[in-house]
């Protein structure tokens, strides 16, 4: 059972020090006196009988003992939260409020259909949506911003205490615009857009490990002449604008290719296939209309699998 001695603004108190790196500024954010926010952090770890927090020059650091609290202490605080949040969109807009994160793949190609059938089953529901790069989402999912990311399967790092549920696979293309000289070539060799300016995917996105991967075993030395970005509008507007090659997961592009707009190049990336799919915190219990969502994600991803009606 949970002590009844430690009280919302222990947890609070303890959460917007560590989110802030000091007491000073937790002080100034929580309106509170520096002894007041000692005093009630002292409080917190003689009830827990452990020390949280070590205090020096350059701020606070946490212990084992910290670490540990942390983590829950901000699922709770994300799931009052996500409460307050919900009652006052009932009170306001007569429904419940849905947060989405996804990747810039998923929201350019599954999410327009996804959308359109969960209106069909949800029309009160308030859907936010966000879209970013796979580290920004999958934290912002710890820490309950949104209820659930659909994206690539990241690295192991990135999905540590993320459940993640696969919806189709997706590869990398490289795309250029309409008439590009690498498009006259007969055999066309990956080494050959190190001679063109190449969009490529940055530290923190979802592809850059299998992009590399696929550089590294073509052959192809780090590309010097490089812009790193995932953004579509900056992508589509500047290869079309020039001889750039962007490299960057099929499901942005797929309209633009279907269109003719832009043009991938010929070129085997099979070993960039990865996962697309769900994540989310395992120890969420879904809601009825997160549970409907779901369902029209599912039935979206069967007609990029070929295995559904769109």
């Not at 994160?101 to 959308?115: K, N």
């Not at 009825?288 to 990029?304: D, K, N, T, W």
């Amino acid at each position: 059972m949970i002590d009844r001695r430690i009280k919302f603004r222990h947890i609070e108190c303890f959460a917007t020090i560590q989110r802030h790196g000091s007491l000073k500024r937790a002080c100034t954010v929580l309106n509170l006196t520096q002894p007041a926010l000692s005093k009630t952090l002292k409080e917190l770890e003689e009830i827990l009988g452990a020390t949280l927090m070590l205090r020096d020059r350059g701020g606070v650091r946490l212990t084992p003992e910290g670490r540990v609290f942390l983590e829950f202490a901000e699922m709770s605080l994300a799931a009052l939260q996500r409460g307050v949040d919900g009652v006052a969109s009932l009170r306001e807009s007569g429904g419940a409020v849905l947060r989405v994160g996804t990747l810039p793949s998923v929201a350019a190609r599954l999410l327009p259909h996804a959308v359109a059938r969960f209106r069909t089953l949800a029309p009160d529901v308030v859907l936010e949506l966000q879209d970013g790069p796979h580290g920004h989402l999958t934290a912002q999912l710890r820490a309950g911003t949104v209820d659930l990311v659909i994206g690539r399967l990241g690295a192991p790092g990135t999905m540590m205490g993320l459940s993640f549920t696969q919806l189709y696979l997706e590869r990398v293309v490289f795309v250029v615009r309409p008439g590009h000289p690498l498009l006259a070539r007969n055999a066309l060799e990956l080494a050959s857009i190190a001679q063109w300016p190449v969009i490529h995917p940055p530290a923190d996105a979802a592809i850059r490990p299998l992009v590399e991967r696929l550089l590294i075993a073509q052959g192809v030395p780090p590309l010097r002449n490089r812009i790193e970005s995932v953004s579509g509008a900056f992508g589509r507007n500047f290869v079309r604008a020039s001889d750039a090659v962007w490299i960057i997961s099929e499901g942005v592009v797929a309209q633009d290719i279907a269109e003719a707009r832009l043009c991938a190049l010929p070129l085997d990336t099979t070993l960039t296939d990865g996962p697309v799919g769900l994540m989310t915190r395992p120890d969420d219990t879904p809601s009825r209309a997160r549970q409907m969502f779901v369902s029209a994600l599912e039935q979206a991803a069967g007609a990029i699998r070929g295995d559904g009606a769109d």
